[in-house]
């Protein structure tokens, strides 16, 4: 493929600067199909970010080295080919859920909605990596994507027009935001800029359902006004976030209790949000005041001694302080939940979901910061965690004892993927032996448990031979390549 006719999308100033240099370069370095993909980006990008190349002293590298010409050298080549992947899997994924929408469930395209969330949040990606605008270009995207697959959403389903509130809603929050890119105003003035179009949206609501609800709507309005009193008096009082959390938690309960009092007396729904509430505003007065010690500077400290600076001391007591707000905001979370399952009366503990998928979440990211190796710890961590969830799971339900399958051959798959990552020099060789390893275990145990006739022994000889094939193999090249403990070809 020609690459250097793709130049020709490049704007002036930038072919001015490096056309003569990269058509050379071009000439004597054949380019693959996605190498002239990444000049067109290029190009894209170029025509986006102007100014980003206008001040460079040294003409782009060639397409394998960044990834395409015209990209920034402070890094969005990384960004970008994050981007690429992205939209390799979105492709990937939609057209295979769009084969099964079309093979299965034929004029029922629930296809649509997968491809429209998935698709905003792409398109967020895509204006992120390209910045467009900054932030905001990405907010106006997303507000864009969202609020199209909202109106057509309600197009096809019929009824009220309701995709108009979402859009006024989340229009108030895009108008803040704009008012802060443009640096016109202080974010003081954009909160009650939004603060009065929300108060103004809220009569709107009023007005469309004839003041059915005028107290609710009051009310609502009276919250927002003390949230941005909050704020005035962070900003003009030198209050801070604590003693404002506190203000808001006061004066948006105490307007809640009234209005639950007046509309609705007999079922005193206020109790929800109040237990909750209680609780986060607990666990923020002890984050603030550090009143639980394990936390505090010692215990950070003791970390730190304990896993070893890994040569990047600040960027451990970072992860260190991840790891220490996500277990306190896990905790606040946990207690909340639990009050709010007893309150509710529930026969049922649903309150074990959440927490149980967030738990898992949580030991994802605890491997991820006491591992060494932080990728495999984090998928051991998970591993063990998950299967844990499977086993209380498959107990509580009183099942059949189901629970082995899938910690079982996941087990496999972690397996491979340990053996990979473990043995660095030798990826293929690790992943093939304790892969083949986990595999044979999983199935000898799935052969026990489905009984008669004995069958396992013929894929586990097939394993066995594999493994000799694959290292005899190994040897074979390295000879013949001259080397010794090689990587596998």
Same mark, same amino acid.
């Given at each position: 493929?020609?690459?250097?006719?793709?130049?020709?999308?490049?704007?002036?100033?930038?072919?001015?600067?490096?056309?003569?240099?990269?058509?050379?370069?071009?000439?004597?370095?054949?380019?693959?199909?996605?190498?002239?993909?990444?000049?067109?980006?290029?190009?894209?990008?170029?025509?986006?970010?102007?100014?980003?190349?206008?001040?460079?002293?040294?003409?782009?590298?060639?397409?394998?080295? @960044?990834?395409?010409?015209?990209?920034?050298?402070?890094?969005?080549?990384?960004?970008?080919?994050?981007?690429?992947?992205?939209?390799?899997?979105?492709?990937?994924?939609?057209?295979?859920?769009? +084969?099964?929408?079309?093979?299965?469930?034929?004029?029922?395209?629930?296809?649509?909605?997968?491809?429209? /969330?998935?698709?905003?949040?792409?398109? @967020?990606?895509?204006?992120?990596?390209?910045?467009?605008?900054?932030?905001?270009?990405?907010?106006?995207?997303?507000?864009?994507?969202?609020?199209?697959?909202?109106?057509?959403?309600?197009?096809?389903?019929?009824?009220?027009?309701?995709?108009?509130?979402?859009?006024?809603?989340?229009?108030?929050?895009?108008?803040?935001?704009?008012?802060?890119?443009?640096?016109?105003?202080?974010?003081?003035?954009?909160?009650?800029?939004?603060?009065?179009?929300?108060?103004?949206? +809220?009569?709107?609501?009023?007005?469309?359902?004839?003041?059915?609800?005028?107290?609710?709507?009051?009310?609502?309005?009276?919250?927002?006004?003390?949230? +941005?009193? /909050?704020?005035?008096?962070?900003?003009?009082?030198?209050?801070?976030?604590?003693?404002?959390?506190?203000?808001?938690?006061?004066?948006?309960?105490?307007?809640?209790?009234?209005?639950?009092?007046?509309?609705?007396?007999?079922?005193?729904?206020?109790?929800?949000?109040?237990?909750?509430?209680?609780?986060?505003?607990?666990?923020?007065? +002890?984050?603030?005041?550090?009143?639980?010690?394990?936390?505090?500077?010692?215990?950070?400290?003791?970390?730190?001694?304990?896993?070893?600076?890994?040569?990047?001391?600040?960027?451990?007591?970072?992860?260190?302080?991840?790891?220490?707000?996500?277990?306190?905001?896990?905790?606040?979370?946990?207690?909340?939940?639990?009050?709010?399952?007893?309150?509710?009366?529930?026969?049922?503990?649903?309150?074990?979901?959440?927490?149980?998928?967030?738990?898992?979440?949580?030991? %994802?990211?605890?491997?991820?910061?006491?591992?060494?190796?932080?990728?495999?710890?984090?998928?051991?961590?998970?591993?063990?965690?998950?299967?844990?969830? %499977?086993?209380?799971?498959?107990?509580?339900?009183?099942?059949?004892?189901?629970?082995?399958?899938?910690?079982?051959?996941?087990?496999?798959?972690?397996?491979?993927?340990?053996?990979?990552?473990?043995?660095?020099?030798?990826?293929?060789?690790?992943?093939?032996?304790?892969?083949?390893?986990?595999?044979? %275990? /999983?199935?000898?145990?799935?052969?026990?448990?489905?009984?008669?006739?004995?069958?396992?022994?013929?894929?586990? /000889?097939?394993?066995?031979?594999?493994?000799?094939?694959? %290292?005899?193999?190994?040897?074979?090249?390295?000879?013949?390549?001259?080397?010794?403990?090689?990587?596998?070809?």
């Amino acid at each position: 493929m020609n690459g250097s006719i793709l130049l020709n999308l490049y704007p002036r100033s930038w072919r001015n600067r490096y056309e003569a240099e990269f058509r050379a370069m071009l000439e004597e370095h054949p380019i693959s199909p996605m190498e002239a993909l990444d000049i067109v980006l290029g190009a894209a990008d170029a025509h986006l970010r102007p100014q980003a190349h206008r001040g460079a002293a040294a003409p782009p590298a060639p397409p394998d080295q @960044t990834g395409g010409p015209g990209a920034d050298a402070a890094g969005p080549t990384r960004g970008q080919g994050f981007l690429f992947a992205h939209i390799a899997l979105f492709v990937a994924v939609i057209s295979l859920l769009a +084969l099964i929408d079309a093979y299965f469930t034929p004029g029922n395209w629930w296809v649509l909605y997968p491809l429209w /969330a998935w698709g905003t949040i792409l398109g @967020t990606h895509a204006a992120l990596v390209m910045r467009w605008k900054g932030l905001l270009g990405a907010h106006v995207v997303f507000y864009t994507l969202l609020n199209a697959g909202l109106v057509g959403i309600n197009i096809v389903h019929g009824g009220g027009f309701w995709a108009v509130w979402p859009i006024i809603g989340l229009g108030i929050l895009l108008v803040a935001h704009a008012l802060i890119a443009g640096r016109g105003v202080s974010l003081i003035q954009a909160h009650g800029v939004a603060t009065i179009l929300a108060a103004a949206a +809220l009569i709107m609501v009023g007005v469309v359902t004839r003041f059915d609800g005028t107290v609710g709507v009051l009310f609502a309005g009276a919250e927002l006004g003390v949230v +941005l009193a /909050a704020h005035w008096l962070m900003r003009y009082r030198s209050w801070n976030l604590l003693a404002a959390h506190a203000f808001v938690y006061a004066g948006v309960l105490a307007l809640m209790l009234v209005s639950n009092l007046i509309v609705d007396p007999d079922d005193l729904w206020v109790r929800f949000p109040f237990a909750f509430w209680t609780v986060l505003l607990i666990g923020h007065a +002890l984050v603030h005041f550090r009143v639980a010690r394990w936390g505090g500077a010692d215990w950070e400290a003791l970390m730190l001694e304990q896993l070893g600076t890994r040569g990047e001391t600040d960027r451990q007591r970072r992860l260190i302080g991840t790891l220490t707000a996500h277990i306190y905001l896990f905790l606040i979370a946990a207690a909340g939940l639990i009050i709010l399952n007893m309150m509710s009366g529930a026969d049922n503990a649903w309150a074990a979901w959440p927490l149980g998928i967030w738990y898992v979440l949580l030991t %994802f990211h605890a491997g991820y910061v006491m591992a060494p190796r932080r990728i495999l710890g984090s998928l051991l961590f998970g591993w063990v965690a998950v299967s844990i969830g %499977f086993v209380v799971i498959d107990l509580v339900t009183g099942g059949d004892a189901w629970w082995y399958w899938p910690v079982m051959w996941s087990g496999v798959v972690v397996a491979t993927i340990t053996g990979a990552m473990w043995t660095r020099s030798r990826p293929l060789a690790g992943a093939h032996l304790l892969g083949g390893l986990a595999l044979a %275990f /999983a199935l000898i145990v799935t052969d026990l448990i489905t009984g008669s006739p004995t069958w396992w022994f013929y894929p586990v /000889a097939a394993i066995v031979v594999s493994f000799i094939a694959h %290292f005899a193999l190994t040897l074979d090249l390295n000879r013949m390549l001259g080397v010794s403990g090689g990587k596998d070809r």
